[in-house]
């Protein structure tokens, strides 16, 4: 494939600095001391460089899984050769549930090439995978797992690029507040990990700020109908509600709000309900629905990329979900930090200290991507907060 729109990763490697840089040189020594696959990864000449990325690739909310991991075989695509080898992104369906995200992590440790992981996408299916990746020492960079104690406990695998479900939750309640003067709001969630971790961040914020809280409600995923439970929420005479969790049931919640005499009642979520897949859901009762986004700003790179991903996949980025710029970025990252420590043996294998690898993501530092300048401090990798956008005329805009 050409490579006339990627010279801007000539400048991302160049501007990658990485700590473990100098514990490259040890690797043959490290290797061959101990062969055992969880200290080192051995590719044998003629094999590929294997980054495993794990997300929901099916059912409701594929429209994640599909958008991050085409933007990561574009950075695989982008990376060519190293020394005779080549990368490649193999892609597992987790459902978005944390029995798949276990499932996945124990498939990918089971695989002795796999160096790394570009995942998990959810934070259920993150917190079920995170062990089994930590005994295997797999370094993680997730896209979108968001939930904020993820990077917490006995483990240092795990990394992310997104804002946190603290952020997050901090800044919409701030949105809601300040700038769009709401003082009554119901708060839902559909009881995931993610979603009920914003909304409760959201409560717990907005009331600090003065907000009262007039309900709050917990819906079941996957379902089609929530009229009881937002009838009750009508009795209670909010101006808004505020709604943690993905876009199918964001979409099941807007069409439903009318029919429970909540017609001038505002309805604002979190970035799992925004892309173009609850436009879609939603219809009409899209319109005036406001939510948060991660999308990056302008930029030469973006529009490159921008363009050339519009190109290869008919849909712009950013169409069916906010992540995909980040999808692009965790796998060039990777697959960055993976040529700093490998050693190419006399032997023509590739020699991967997995430590060494682990230290490699933990400490990236500059890294000048599409999502911005990311540097990872204990797993997290970007100190951003979101935007917000709005529907208006079928579209999400800038309000």
Same mark, same amino acid.
């Given at each position: 494939?050409?490579?006339?729109?990627?010279?801007?990763?000539?400048?991302? #490697?160049?501007?990658?600095?990485?700590?473990?840089?100098?514990?490259?040189?040890?690797?043959?020594?490290?290797?061959?001391?101990?062969?055992?696959?969880?200290?080192?990864?051995?590719?044998?000449?003629?094999? $590929? =460089?294997?980054?495993?990325?794990?997300?929901?690739?099916?059912?409701?909310?594929? #429209?994640? /899984?599909?958008?991050?991991?085409?933007?990561?075989?574009?950075?695989?695509?982008?990376?060519?050769?190293?020394?005779?080898?080549?990368?490649?992104?193999?892609?597992?369906?987790?459902?978005?549930?944390?029995?798949?995200?276990?499932?996945?992590?124990?498939l990918y440790v089971s695989d002795p090439d796999v160096v790394a992981i570009a995942g998990h996408t959810f934070s259920g299916?993150?917190?079920?995978?995170?062990?089994?990746?930590?005994?295997?020492?797999?370094?993680?960079?997730?896209?979108?797992?968001?939930?904020?104690?993820?990077? &917490?406990?006995?483990?240092?695998?795990?990394?992310?690029?997104?804002?946190?479900?603290?952020?997050?939750?901090?800044?919409?309640?701030?949105?809601?507040?300040?700038?769009?003067?709401?003082?009554?709001?119901?708060?839902?969630?559909?009881? &995931?990990?993610?979603?009920?971790?914003?909304?409760?961040?959201?409560?717990?914020?907005?009331?600090?700020?003065?907000? +009262?809280?007039?309900?709050?409600?917990?819906?079941?995923?996957?379902?089609?109908?929530?009229?009881?439970?937002?009838?009750? =929420? @009508?009795?209670?005479?909010?101006?808004?509600?505020?709604?943690?969790?993905?876009?199918?049931?964001?979409?099941? =919640?807007?069409?439903?709000?009318?029919?429970?005499?909540?017609?001038?009642?505002?309805?604002?979520?979190?970035?799992g309900s925004y892309g173009e897949a609850f436009i879609e859901l939603a219809g009409p009762h899209a319109e005036g629905v406001?939510?948060?986004? /991660?999308?990056?700003?302008?930029?030469?790179?973006?529009?490159?990329?921008? #363009?050339?991903? +519009?190109?290869?996949?008919?849909?712009?980025?950013?169409?069916?979900? $906010?992540?995909?710029?980040? @999808?692009?970025?965790?796998?060039?990252?990777?697959?960055?930090?993976?040529?700093?420590?490998?050693?190419?043996? &006399?032997? @023509?294998?590739?020699?991967?200290?997995?430590? #060494?690898?682990?230290?490699?993501?933990?400490?990236?530092?500059?890294?000048?991507?599409?999502?911005?300048?990311?540097?990872?401090? /204990?797993?997290?990798?970007?100190?951003? /907060?979101?935007?917000?956008?709005?529907?208006?005329?079928?579209?999400?805009?800038?309000?």
């Amino acid at each position: 494939m050409s490579k006339r729109y990627y010279l801007f990763s000539l400048v991302i #490697a160049v501007s990658l600095i990485l700590a473990a840089c100098g514990g490259a040189a040890k690797a043959p020594d490290v290797c061959a001391e101990n062969p055992d696959e969880t200290v080192c990864a051995v590719i044998e000449e003629g094999s $590929t =460089i294997k980054i495993g990325y794990a997300g929901p690739m099916a059912g409701d909310y594929s #429209a994640f /899984g599909i958008d991050i991991s085409n933007a990561g075989l574009l950075a695989v695509d982008d990376a060519g050769e190293f020394n005779g080898f080549t990368f490649e992104l193999l892609i597992e369906d987790t459902q978005g549930s944390g029995e798949g995200g276990a499932s996945v992590a124990n498939l990918y440790v089971s695989d002795p090439d796999v160096v790394a992981i570009a995942g998990h996408t959810f934070s259920g299916s993150t917190a079920a995978a995170i062990p089994i990746y930590n005994a295997a020492r797999l370094p993680m960079l997730s896209p979108s797992a968001t939930k904020a104690d993820l990077t &917490d406990g006995p483990q240092n695998v795990f990394n992310r690029i997104p804002f946190t479900d603290d952020l997050q939750g901090q800044f919409a309640a701030e949105y809601l507040y300040n700038v769009l003067g709401v003082t009554k709001l119901a708060v839902m969630h559909d009881g &995931d990990a993610y979603g009920k971790g914003v909304a409760e961040r959201v409560q717990e914020v907005y009331m600090s700020l003065g907000g +009262e809280v007039v309900a709050v409600e917990a819906v079941t995923p996957g379902e089609t109908d929530y009229s009881a439970v937002l009838t009750d =929420i @009508g009795a209670s005479d909010p101006e808004a509600i505020y709604f943690g969790g993905y876009y199918p049931e964001c979409a099941v =919640i807007a069409q439903g709000m009318p029919v429970a005499g909540m017609e001038d009642v505002l309805l604002f979520s979190d970035d799992g309900s925004y892309g173009e897949a609850f436009i879609e859901l939603a219809g009409p009762h899209a319109e005036g629905v406001y939510a948060a986004t /991660g999308a990056p700003l302008d930029s030469a790179a973006k529009a490159e990329f921008d #363009a050339y991903f +519009e190109s290869i996949y008919g849909d712009p980025p950013g169409a069916i979900s $906010t992540f995909t710029w980040h @999808g692009y970025d965790i796998v060039d990252a990777l697959i960055q930090t993976i040529k700093s420590v490998a050693i190419l043996g &006399d032997d @023509g294998n590739l020699y991967i200290p997995r430590e #060494a690898l682990v230290e490699a993501v933990n400490g990236l530092s500059g890294y000048e991507g599409l999502t911005g300048v990311l540097t990872c401090n /204990g797993g997290e990798c970007n100190a951003s /907060g979101p935007s917000f956008q709005v529907v208006q005329d079928g579209a999400w805009v800038i309000p």
